[in-house]
């Protein structure tokens, strides 16, 4: 289109691949190696400048993973709260977005701007509010109080996704379906459960991935009893000293999941859905 | 509507549809109720206690009492002052940085390259990983001791101060880093729409390939880009993480200054009127965006 024509001689998608390919490169794979280095450093030899590779490697930052209670236990927490979060953001969901998606509701606008709300407002925000209505409640630094703190910031996700799947059902079907005698429960149940499935499973990758990588207010509310892998990574990373090691070890440990996820999801996660979740304001 | 009608309804029938219409709107309240209940318990009520508090209102286990002290003080010392417009510095740069190279990528990728399905898996992933990851990343890359001055040090060169510096580009990078990918699948998704007639026409009536990106592809690209752009800018506007990892010592940024009020020293009311100072401002932007919009997106359509 606009490229083509850039270049005259015919070099010029050459020349774009290339420009794509080189920062893709140093971008994303040399960090990611770099990363992937940095957690098999050998902590009794180190890792220092000048060296560009570590001049010993060892297993024994990931044997931390399971000696070091701390990164076990973040692990644990993570992998337990997303889930649940998961879950319930698909419970709380469902019936609004069927409300949402093919009923003449009233306030419309305004309900829509409060599901658009936690989107846009800042996370700190939120947290300044949230922390200190759950100390009183004694929900602040429990396993509870973070599952409701990042299903604030993940459910809008999943309405969006689920209203713009609930719209999309065609009429006919819900039409038929009824004219051959469906009931309210069999129609949900045998029509439009199953016709919004995929809409329910890209808001599910939505919220997995966004509830395993929500920091601000699982930080402000859980910590320092409630700690999961990016709060654990602050840590890491901030303070008087870094551990540069042991940070490597839980960025993989959260990277994977999630790129994995990512990858097989690539056809769920279609433009229409990311459009749905993150796009139209 | 009763006039409209044209003959009289029947009592029974009339009766018949009010109830009908009563049962719909408990159902629709019925069905609204766990999403919307649920960000209203958890977000709104919450949200109403941040602005009640900033006033002086609202206090555990103290009488409250109507005060403007915590807006004075925020105004008054430089630190806060500071640290809000430091924040709006990070904002405002990352945003016009990240809108400049995504509108270019994503144009260039429209054009049919070899590989283009590989990138364009590939540049999706800094959609997932989280800040902090990305943080980590550049940080083992560009930061002081870092690969990349280790790389330049074999040369004799000497590695620029990119991070914990007093303009924070270390953290524009990351946050750049990290919001380029986002930025380009929304415009993407917008440039992917427009009819290629409009492109050839240009070029016929003798507009050179920059002419028609600027002067064609943006403007028509208009709808996705503002919305992108407003939604990065009030991220990170409100970013808390990576400021917090890679800033210098003076000046702090807002939310960095609001966790330690919060956190360390239990000042939950400044920490409120600093969080109402950062959702007013995002507000103001987010309302000037829509007047905006208004103006432009149906000529653009």
């Known amino acids: ?281 | 509507m009763g006039e409209v009608l044209p003959g009289p309804v029947p009592a029974v029938e009339r009766s018949r549809l009010a109830a009908r219409r009563r049962r719909d709107r408990w159902v629709d309240l019925l069905l609204l109720l766990p999403g919307v209940g649920f960000l209203a318990l958890f977000l709104v009520v919450p949200l109403a206690q941040v602005f009640l508090r900033s006033v002086g209102l609202a206090l555990i286990g103290e009488a409250g009492h109507f005060t403007w002290d915590h807006y004075r003080q925020f105004w008054v010392e430089a630190q806060y002052r500071d640290g809000f417009f430091f924040s709006l510095w990070l904002g405002v740069a990352s945003t016009v940085i990240s809108l400049a190279t995504a509108l270019t990528f994503s144009a260039l990728m429209q054009v049919r390259f070899p590989g283009r399905l590989v990138v364009s898996v590939l540049y999706k992933v800094p959609l997932v990983v989280p800040s902090l990851v990305a943080a980590f990343l550049i940080l083992s890359l560009v930061a002081p001791g870092g690969i990349l001055a280790r790389l330049v040090a074999h040369w004799g060169w000497e590695w620029p101060r990119l991070v914990y510096d007093r303009w924070g580009w270390g953290i524009i990078f990351v946050l750049v880093w990290h919001n380029v990918p986002f930025m380009m699948v929304i415009i993407s998704a917008v440039m992917a729409g427009i009819a290629q007639d409009i492109n050839d026409a240009a070029r016929n009536l003798g507009a050179s390939p920059w002419e028609v990106f600027r002067f064609v592809t943006v403007p028509l690209s208009m709808p996705g880009v503002s919305a992108a752009a407003l939604l990065v800018f009030i991220q990170v506007f409100g970013a808390f993480a990576v400021p917090s990892l890679m800033e210098s010592a003076y000046p702090l940024a807002l939310p960095v200054i609001m966790q330690t009020e919060m956190m360390d020293r239990a000042n939950w009311a400044l920490a409120s009127a600093l969080g109402s100072v950062l959702t007013i401002a995002s507000a103001i932007v987010l309302f000037a965006y829509y007047r905006l919009v208004q103006g432009r997106e149906s000529p653009a359509r």
């Not at chain 1, 570590?54 to 000696?67: E, G, H, K």
């Not at chain 1, 309900?111 to 700190?124: D, K, Q, S, T």
């Not at chain 1, 996820?261 to 279609?270: D, P, S, V």
Request: net charge positive.
């Open chain 1, 1 to 281: 289109m606009i490229g083509t024509r850039l270049f005259p001689g015919g070099s010029g998608p050459w020349l774009i691949a290339a420009l794509f390919f080189g920062l893709t490169l140093i971008g994303l794979i040399v960090p990611m190696i770099v990363g992937v280095l940095w957690s098999l450093v050998n902590p009794r030899a180190g890792w220092f400048p000048p060296n560009l590779v570590p001049p010993s490697l060892s297993l024994d930052n990931w044997r931390a993973m399971f000696s070091v209670p701390e990164m076990g236990e973040a692990a644990v927490a993570s992998f337990t709260i997303a889930p649940l979060v998961t879950a319930l953001c698909a419970a709380l969901a469902l019936p609004t977005g069927f409300a949402l998606g093919r009923r003449a509701v009233p306030f419309r606008r305004a309900i829509e701007f409060l599901v658009l709300a936690p989107i846009i407002m800042p996370g700190i925000v939120i947290a300044t509010g949230l922390g200190s209505m759950f100390i009183r409640f004694g929900l602040a630094h429990t396993v509870l109080g973070v599952i409701l703190v990042q299903t604030v910031v993940v459910l809008p996700f999943m309405i969006r996704i689920v209203t713009a799947t609930f719209e999309a059902v065609p009429q006919d079907l819900i039409d038929a379906a009824r004219n051959l005698g469906a009931g309210p429960l069999s129609l949900a149940w045998r029509v439009l459960i199953p016709l919004v499935v995929p809409g329910l499973f890209a808001g599910g990758v939505f919220t997995f991935i966004g509830s395993m990588e929500e920091f601000v207010l699982t930080f402000i509310v859980g910590s320092p009893h409630v700690r999961t892998l990016p709060v654990l990574l602050f840590a890491y990373l901030g303070g008087r000293s870094q551990i540069f090691t042991y940070a490597a070890v839980v960025t993989i440990v959260l990277l994977v999941p999630t790129i994995a996820l990512l990858f097989t999801a690539e056809r769920a996660l279609k433009q229409e859905y990311l459009a749905a979740g993150l796009g139209k304001m």
